[in-house]
């Protein structure tokens, strides 16, 4: 696709309740990265892929927090068991490679739990 | 673990002041620095980027950033500022130790007045 696709755009969940974003990223992108933006917090590194490298998973708040990335191309984001703190702006990145290529970036998926 | 700081949370100037935004980062090593930016409504895009040589880079719309080993500082400038760079700005570090991590700043909102 022409740049990197979020869905959904906007989620309204119950506390308790299991959500799962997804990320189409730029086709041939190697790199994909999940982020939480937060009023005032700037953007939160969460997760991190490479190739077929085993991803970064330093950046997740706790195990509730999951992702996997099929085939190299679609990561999914999953929360289970979302708290009211969880309610954020998700956003999903792709580069070329890591390191030195700039990051293409998606809209977002803003998340309310409720 | 790398970090960002980005000093200023909002900064309001009038159109033709000089802006100056600071960045600093703490890790010792070698680091790729960028700064994106978030105009309202719209994705973040990068701005400008330092890997290496001239510590003076330009980037696009007139801005600039200096790189300053010294002060593990990556400030951004623009000489005169107008209405329409109004936005989030966001400072993002890569540690060569990291492979593609890029960790960002809280973010700077710039209001500017017409």
């Known amino acids: 696709g022409a740049g990197v696709s979020q869905s959904p755009s906007n989620k309204v969940t119950e506390k308790g309740k299991d959500v799962e974003l997804r990320c189409d990223p730029i086709?041939?992108?190697?790199?994909l990265y999940w982020y939480r933006q937060s009023l005032g917090q700037g953007l939160e590194f969460l997760i991190y892929?490479?190739?077929?490298?085993?991803?970064?998973k330093s950046g997740l708040p706790s195990d509730r927090f999951s992702a996997e990335r099929t085939g190299g191309s679609v990561s999914t984001l999953t929360i289970q068991r979302t708290q009211q703190e969880d309610s954020a702006v998700y956003l999903c990145?792709?580069?070329?490679?890591?390191?030195?290529?700039?990051?293409?970036f998606g809209s977002g998926t803003q998340l309310s739990v409720l | 673990a790398q970090s960002v700081s980005q000093h200023n949370h909002h900064v309001i100037l009038s159109e033709a002041a000089s802006l100056e935004l600071g960045c600093n980062y703490s890790?010792?090593?070698?680091?790729?620095l960028f700064w994106y930016v978030q105009y309202p409504g719209q994705h973040l895009q990068l701005l400008l980027k330092?890997?290496?040589?001239?510590?003076l880079v330009k980037g696009i719309k007139g801005f600039e950033a200096e790189f300053i080993k010294s002060k593990f500082s990556f400030n951004l400038r623009k000489p005169s500022v107008q209405w329409s760079d109004t936005a989030e700005y966001f400072c993002?570090?890569?540690?060569?130790?990291?492979?593609?991590?890029?960790?960002f700043g809280q973010g700077t909102e710039l209001s500017v007045k017409p």
């Open positions: 890790y010792g090593g070698t680091v790729n």
């Open positions: 993002a570090v890569n540690a060569d130790n990291q492979g593609g991590k890029l960790i």
């Open positions: 990145a792709s580069s070329l490679r890591q390191g030195r290529e700039k990051l293409f």
């Open positions: 892929f490479q190739g077929n490298s085993a991803p970064d």
């Open positions: 330092y890997f290496s040589g001239d510590p």
């Open positions: 086709s041939g992108h190697t790199a």
